[in-house]
């Protein structure tokens, strides 16, 4: 099972202090923490794409070639790719040259964001959102797979003998994960390719997720990719700990009650309650984390958000180093427990696994 972190990339004025990073300190300090991942041992590090304010990370593959040459052995990855406004062509070309610039340390998280101006930014109408991410991807498929690919479709000008370039590495295509927050319909597209689905379960309580989860493993058995719970499930989280619970919620609860996503609304406790948003202790984060196989099953992904809502850089380094060392050891050897031989591990490049074993 993989451990890691995601990030939005907001630029967020500190409660506490006043004081607003520049995008460049922003950018910097997503650079800074995609490291400090790597040298505390989590496995993951992905980025959001957005394309407004208050977000810089605009360009996900320039940001993680970047940060590729500056790790070994961390696999680099998106929060969210955005399918609907991106053109495939370039999603394929971008993603395949990253992969070869990391030796394969490269996955994918597909999605239609939730920016809805988004679509008119880039000459896209909304309504069109799910058709534009069944057809996109099913090009987007075809491209890593094909070297020449003849191509028609409702949203891009055709194609005509076609190759992209460069080739996936050692013709392979990444990884691809789908990620939903409530659409059966990218849960049926991820089961149909027998790819995985991510679960931003920030936001909304667990049953929501359990049905969009469960309607992926039975159509991922139904299309013959192997047993529903041979499915391959991503699920987010965000964190934030101190030594003891009500030092963490003091010293948070500023930043949640101000935050750009969540602030505002439902006062800390009942967000905690309704959402697995943990503000404790690493005990407290260990053991909700431990009810999510409870909820979803064996899974093989699991992302903390941490790098949010204004929280400063040395805040959020100090994060790393309680996940590094207290959390994530414990939840490896937990989530090992009575784990089915048959549940297979998240899926590596194949580069990557041959250095590793």
Known sequence: MQFGIFTVGDVTTDPTTGRTPSEAERIKAMVAIA?????????????????????VPSSPTTMLGYIA????KIVLSTATTLITTNDPVKIAEDF???????????DLMLGRGNTGPVYPWFGKDIRDGIALAIENYQLLHRLWREDVVD????????????TSTPRPLDG???????????????????????DGVFA????????HFQR?????????????????????VGLGGQVFMRRNSQAAIREFRPYFDNAPVYGHGPSLEDFMEQTPLTVGSPQQVIDKTLTFRESFGDYQRQLFLVDHAGLPLKTVLEQLDLLGEEVVPVLRKEFAVDRPAH???????PAVTSTRH
């Open 343 to 349: 549940v297979p591990d998240a899926p590596l490049h």
């Open 151 to 162: 191509w028609e479709g409702r949203f891009r000008t055709p194609l005509q003998s076609f």
């Open 200 to 207: 931003n379960n920030i936001f909304w309580p667990k049953e």
């Open 172 to 194: 392979v295509a990444p990884f691809v994960w789908h990620g939903s927050i409530r659409s059966p319909e990218i849960a049926e597209q991820a089961a149909y390719y027998g």
């Open 35 to 55: 490291q400090k991942a790597e040298e505390v041992g989590l496995d993951v590090f992905a980025t959001g794409e957005h394309h407004n304010p208050p977000f």
């Open 69 to 72: 040459a500056r790790t070994e």
């Open 212 to 232: 969009l989860i469960g309607l992926y493993r039975q159509r991922y058995e139904h299309y013959g990719h192997g047993r529903a719970d041979q499915a391959i």
């Open 96 to 106: 395949a040259m990253l992969q070869h610039l990391a030796d394969g340390r490269v």
